[in-house]
């Protein structure tokens, strides 16, 4: 049994829990785009914040024939203006070149990270991000094992496999890429990043349900009628045709973002906020959504790709006369859907969902909108522009908490008519919050999953949204059209409007 | 993100509270006017700022927190020597950000008579309803009788100003009874962190049993809490720890085992706003490490002091021990 080491007098008191304890970040396609745009930047914050231990250094890995100097280079250059603290690191960082087939590669790493550890005195942390494309995920994870590299040298240190999504392309690949994972590291290990979860204004949906008594006793079927979420991009698919092209809106947004706002939105509250009990919680929700049937999804969801029209004052072309996308693409840029969630809190209340590219605006947000008054006193006409309250999240730009009530009309007359109280949280704490990348990096590093998606919630998600992609596959559901600019086709409209509602205009 | 902008303020000499209250309300209405602009705030922030260059600190310092701690901030000058009067200023202010812009109010008071000797009674005037109250003794530290203490959530101070053994004698008293944050603690943050770094692998960990001499310079107030943390977290005899007057503070231990030295150190660089960690031990790679100071220490440590305006056992620890060292 290995001994438990004494506790660090000196550091009592000082907060480390959202301090990276001493250890070693490898990043695996370490010369790609996504290490030196978002991740170097993001550990550079880090280190300017204080939050890495002293004892820290980077280590990259990619196939790109580099020199440890060439790494930190391209360090120096992915941050140009870091102070003392980021000089430092990247003076001890390193760098190992090689083909993820080549178990030559791995030896190789884990001889560096050996002697990297020995020179900054740390005793086995190592957190492996793998910023490649997914597609290599598996042959890493095999590499790092058969190396040794899964487990950590000592009792009191971890190892941690972070990777992005998407997490497979349907749910049966979903779950060979979990097989293959698990075969090197345990659930525990694996760190799946959505980088939405990392925003400041989604977690704040778990502050306002669960740090608010006012809100949660009317937060279910008896005064909610139906919950509206979107997620819409002004802008195209620019330069990402042809990823796009593999993907679509259901797979880049539906199965990932938008379900996990979906499961913060219908979770239960949890018994603590931690990461067991908060994705214990978001699974269950997930496991109340009704999974559509071919038949469901032939009445319940709409896809639709956009046609040329004008956006932001510009004519923009079709989806289909976009850089690396086919003349004839069949790929989906919207989606609009509605679910139903089967459990005691939410049994008949209908989720509409849409999200879209070169819709007429960029914005997130959940609306939750209450059931009309049982009797309206007041007459039609004073009451006129009055329409049932909504409470509105608005999760990116202008994070904040709208509140829609009736209120008298000053003057003689008892006109009535709809306010909004709106809160944005820029107005009440003007200082930026951190990246979504700094915060989960930061997470993964201190060992906190809270808001890293597990398995079972991968699995959840895609269990939802592949009798869509089948239905889709067998041509059963028609391709829609809509205008750049316009809010989505025709057809979304009348999803809604067959039951009596109408989709939001945010 | 800008500093803050006074839209309009009011002045007034030799007036009754009630005046200085109306004026306020005036202000809020008129912060309403300004339909961009939104209210907001999680405390009030009351500094206790006796001379012209502790209120011009004190003010500029809480004026540059408002985008994190927004707050109405109450500047009080009590001179109970002074004939009675009461002199005003309250302030409206705007901070812009890229999207926004919230209004702050400011509300300055110059107490003079037996009335600065009852600020209590002055500034519950001015307290935000259910909301933290954070008084700040600007260089000094209250008697345990001031009855403003009463209207504090909690209170802030700054130890460098009251160095002597006897001072810090009563700052813990005080401690005991109320919820005190040390801003001279906040700041000596980055040498705690950079030592307590180097012992975060566990084979170093050994080392803090067999600590020969400690040797800590800076000024007095940093010297002595440094020296009274260490006393009290590693159970070195204060024998074995001296003092020295420095500019900058530093820290050097060396221990001994088995006649083999290991030492650590952390010591700023001089003219950079760095702090340098090196550890030396046997057998061992030489450990380096750097971090950055903040570029604004003080206001930094009061936004850090406001974050975490609860009691703080280690520093009662540090300030404990730190009454029995002696240079």
Same mark, same amino acid.
């Given at each position: 049994?290995?001994?438990?080491?004494?506790?660090?007098?000196?550091?009592?008191? %000082?907060? #480390?829990?959202?301090?990276?304890? &001493?250890?070693? *970040?490898?990043?695996? !396609?370490?010369?790609?785009?996504? $290490? =030196?745009?978002?991740?170097?930047?993001?550990?550079?914050?880090?280190?300017?914040?204080?939050?890495?231990?002293?004892?820290?250094?980077?280590?990259?890995?990619?196939?790109?024939?580099?020199?440890?100097?060439?790494?930190?280079?391209?360090?120096?250059?992915?941050?140009?203006?870091?102070?003392?603290?980021?000089?430092?690191?990247?003076?001890?960082?390193?760098?190992?070149?090689?083909?993820?087939?080549?178990?030559?590669?791995?030896?190789?790493?884990?001889?560096?990270?050996?002697?990297?550890?020995?020179?900054?005195?740390?005793?086995?942390?190592?957190?492996?991000?793998?910023?490649? %494309?997914? #597609?290599?995920?598996?042959?890493? &994870?095999?590499? *790092?094992?058969?190396? !040794?590299?899964?487990?950590?040298? $000592? =009792?009191?240190?971890?190892?941690?496999?972070?990777?992005?999504?998407?997490?497979?392309?349907?749910?049966?690949?979903?779950?060979?890429?979990?097989?293959?994972?698990?075969?090197?590291?345990?659930?525990?290990?694996?760190?799946?990043?959505?980088?939405?979860?990392?925003?400041?204004?989604?977690?704040?949906?778990?502050?306002?349900?669960?740090?608010?008594?006012?809100?949660?006793?009317?937060?279910?079927?008896?005064?909610?009628?139906?919950?509206?979420?979107?997620?819409?991009?002004?802008?195209?698919?620019?330069?990402?045709?042809?990823?796009?092209?593999?993907?679509?809106?259901?797979?880049?947004?539906?199965?990932?973002?938008?379900?996990?706002?979906?499961?913060?939105?219908?979770?239960?509250?949890?018994?603590?906020?931690?990461?067991?009990?908060?994705?214990?919680?978001?699974?269950?929700?997930?496991?109340?959504?009704?999974?559509?049937?071919?038949?469901?999804?032939?009445?319940?969801?709409?896809?639709?790709?956009?046609?040329?029209?004008?956006?932001?004052?510009?004519?923009?072309?079709?989806?289909?006369?976009?850089?690396?996308?086919?003349?004839?693409?069949?790929?989906?840029?919207?989606?609009?859907?509605?679910?139903?969630?089967?459990?005691?809190?939410?049994?008949?209340?209908?989720?509409?969902?849409?999200?879209?590219?070169?819709?007429?605006?960029?914005?997130?947000?959940?609306?939750?909108?209450?059931?009309?008054?049982?009797?309206?006193?007041?007459?039609?006409?004073?009451?006129?522009?009055?329409?049932?309250?909504?409470?509105?999240?608005?999760?990116?730009?202008?994070?904040?908490?709208?509140?829609?009530?009736?209120?008298?009309?000053?003057?003689?007359?008892?006109?009535?008519?709809?306010?909004?109280?709106?809160?944005?949280?820029?107005?009440?704490?003007?200082?930026?919050?951190?990246?979504?990348?700094?915060?989960?990096?930061?997470?993964?590093?201190?060992?906190?999953?809270?808001?890293?998606?597990?398995?079972?919630?991968?699995?959840?998600?895609?269990?939802?949204?592949?009798?869509?992609?089948?239905?889709?596959?067998?041509?059963?559901?028609?391709?829609?059209?809509?205008?750049?600019?316009?809010?989505?086709?025709?057809?979304?409209?009348?999803?809604?409007?067959?039951?009596?509602?109408?989709?939001?205009?945010? | 993100?800008?500093?803050?902008?006074?839209?309009?303020?009011?002045?007034?000499?030799?007036?009754?509270?009630?005046?200085?209250?109306?004026?306020?309300?005036?202000?809020?209405?008129?912060?309403?006017?300004?339909?961009?602009?939104?209210?907001?705030?999680?405390?009030?922030?009351?500094?206790?700022?006796?001379?012209?260059?502790?209120?011009?600190?004190?003010?500029?310092?809480?004026?540059?927190?408002?985008?994190?701690?927004?707050?109405?901030?109450?500047?009080?000058?009590?001179?109970?020597?002074?004939?009675?009067?009461?002199?005003?200023?309250?302030?409206?202010?705007?901070?812009?950000?890229?999207?926004?812009?919230?209004?702050?109010?400011?509300?300055?008071?110059?107490?003079?008579?037996?009335?600065?000797?009852?600020?209590?009674?002055?500034?519950?005037?001015?307290?935000?309803?259910?909301?933290?109250?954070?008084?700040?003794?600007?260089?000094?530290?209250?008697?345990?009788?001031?009855?403003?203490?009463?209207?504090?959530?909690?209170?802030?101070?700054?130890?460098?100003?009251?160095?002597?053994?006897?001072?810090?004698?009563?700052?813990?008293?005080?401690?005991?009874?109320?919820?005190?944050?040390?801003?001279?603690?906040?700041?000596?943050?980055?040498?705690?962190?950079?030592?307590?770094?180097?012992?975060?692998?566990?084979?170093?960990?050994?080392?803090?049993?067999?600590?020969?001499?400690?040797?800590?310079?800076?000024?007095?107030?940093?010297?002595?809490?440094?020296?009274?943390?260490?006393?009290?977290?590693?159970?070195?005899?204060?024998?074995?720890?001296?003092?020295?007057?420095?500019?900058?503070?530093?820290?050097?231990?060396?221990?001994?085992?088995?006649?083999?030295?290991?030492?650590?150190?952390?010591?700023?660089?001089?003219?950079?706003?760095?702090?340098?960690?090196?550890?030396?031990?046997?057998?061992?790679?030489?450990?380096?490490?750097?971090?950055?100071?903040?570029?604004?220490?003080?206001?930094?440590?009061?936004?850090?002091?406001?974050?975490?305006?609860?009691?703080?056992?280690?520093?009662?620890?540090?300030?404990?021990?730190?009454?029995?060292?002696?240079?």
């Amino acid at each position: 049994m290995s001994e438990i080491p004494p506790p660090n007098p000196l550091a009592e008191g %000082i907060d #480390a829990t959202r301090r990276v304890p &001493a250890g070693v *970040l490898i990043v695996v !396609g370490a010369s790609g785009d996504l $290490t =030196a745009r978002k991740l170097l930047p993001a550990i550079e914050q880090l280190s300017r914040r204080r939050l890495l231990a002293h004892s820290f250094a980077i280590v990259g890995v990619a196939r790109t024939e580099l020199s440890d100097d060439g790494f930190r280079q391209l360090m120096t250059d992915a941050v140009p203006d870091g102070d003392a603290a980021w000089t430092a690191l990247v003076k001890q960082s390193r760098y190992v070149t090689g083909d993820y087939s080549d178990p030559s590669t791995f030896t190789n790493l884990a001889k560096v990270i050996t002697e990297v550890e020995g020179q900054i005195g740390a005793t086995g942390n190592r957190t492996f991000y793998l910023a490649t %494309i997914p #597609a290599v995920f598996e042959e890493v &994870a095999d590499g *790092l094992g058969a190396a !040794g590299l899964n487990r950590p040298p $000592t =009792a009191d240190t971890s190892v941690r496999l972070v990777i992005e999504k998407p997490f497979g392309r349907d749910l049966h690949s979903a779950r060979l890429l979990d097989t293959a994972l698990h075969r090197t590291f345990d659930e525990s290990q694996v760190y799946r990043i959505d980088h939405y979860l990392g925003k400041e204004t989604v977690q704040n949906v778990l502050a306002l349900r669960f740090a608010n008594a006012i809100f949660e006793p009317l937060w279910n079927r008896s005064y909610i009628d139906h919950v509206q979420i979107t997620v819409a991009e002004s802008l195209g698919v620019e330069k990402r045709g042809g990823f796009y092209e593999t993907a679509g809106a259901l797979r880049d947004i539906v199965q990932n973002h938008v379900m996990q706002v979906l499961s913060l939105t219908l979770m239960e509250p949890p018994g603590s906020i931690d990461a067991q009990g908060i994705r214990d919680e978001k699974v269950k929700a997930l496991r109340s959504v009704v999974i559509p049937t071919p038949e469901a999804v032939r009445a319940d969801v709409v896809r639709a790709q956009y046609d040329s029209g004008w956006s932001e004052g510009k004519a923009v072309p079709a989806y289909r006369e976009e850089p690396d996308v086919s003349p004839n693409s069949q790929t989906e840029t919207y989606v609009a859907m509605k679910l139903m969630c089967d459990n005691w809190r939410w049994a008949g209340v209908p989720i509409y969902i849409r999200t879209g590219k070169r819709l007429p605006k960029r914005l997130t947000e959940v609306a939750l909108q209450f059931h009309s008054v049982p009797h309206l006193a007041f007459g039609k006409a004073e009451s006129r522009d009055l329409r049932p309250n909504a409470l509105v999240l608005r999760i990116q730009p202008d994070e904040g908490v709208a509140l829609r009530f009736g209120a008298k009309v000053p003057g003689q007359a008892f006109n009535v008519r709809d306010v909004l109280m709106d809160m944005s949280y820029g107005s009440a704490f003007m200082e930026d919050p951190p990246e979504a990348y700094e915060r989960l990096l930061l997470d993964a590093m201190v060992g906190d999953p809270t808001l890293f998606i597990r398995s079972d919630e991968v699995d959840q998600a895609w269990q939802i949204v592949d009798p869509i992609l089948e239905a889709w596959e067998s041509r059963a559901v028609p391709l829609a059209g809509y205008a750049a600019g316009t809010w989505g086709p025709r057809q979304a409209d009348q999803l809604i409007e067959r039951d009596g509602r109408q989709w939001r205009t945010p | 993100m800008a500093d803050p902008l006074a839209v309009d303020h009011w002045t007034g000499e030799g007036v009754r509270l009630s005046d200085v209250v109306g004026a306020l309300a005036d202000l809020r209405d008129q912060s309403s006017d300004h339909h961009s602009s939104a209210r907001t705030a999680v405390m009030t922030l009351i500094a206790v700022a006796p001379g012209d260059d502790q209120a011009y600190g004190a003010t500029g310092a809480l004026r540059s927190l408002a985008g994190h701690h927004p707050a109405r901030i109450v500047i009080l000058r009590p001179d109970p020597d002074s004939v009675a009067h009461l002199d005003a200023r309250t302030t409206l202010y705007a901070l812009d950000s890229e999207h926004n812009r919230v209004n702050f109010e400011e509300v300055q008071l110059e107490i003079g008579g037996q009335a600065a000797r009852h600020l209590d009674s002055l500034v519950e005037a001015f307290t935000l309803s259910d909301l933290p109250v954070a008084v700040w003794y600007v260089n000094s530290i209250p008697e345990a009788s001031d009855p403003l203490l009463s209207v504090a959530s909690a209170i802030l101070i700054d130890s460098r100003d009251t160095p002597d053994p006897g001072q810090l004698r009563s700052l813990l008293a005080l401690a005991r009874r109320r919820t005190v944050v040390d801003l001279s603690w906040s700041r000596l943050l980055p040498w705690r962190e950079t030592l307590a770094g180097q012992f975060e692998p566990v084979a170093h960990r050994a080392w803090l049993d067999s600590i020969e001499h400690i040797s800590i310079c800076g000024k007095e107030g940093p010297r002595r809490l440094l020296g009274g943390w260490l006393t009290a977290q590693t159970d070195v005899s204060p024998r074995r720890i001296s003092l020295q007057d420095s500019r900058h503070v530093g820290i050097s231990i060396v221990a001994r085992r088995n006649d083999e030295e290991a030492t650590f150190s952390v010591e700023r660089v001089e003219g950079q706003r760095i702090v340098l960690g090196e550890a030396t031990v046997p057998g061992a790679p030489v450990v380096r490490s750097t971090s950055l100071l903040p570029d604004d220490p003080f206001t930094t440590s009061l936004a850090d002091a406001l974050t975490h305006l609860q009691p703080d056992p280690i520093w009662e620890r540090a300030l404990s021990a730190a009454t029995a060292l002696t240079d």
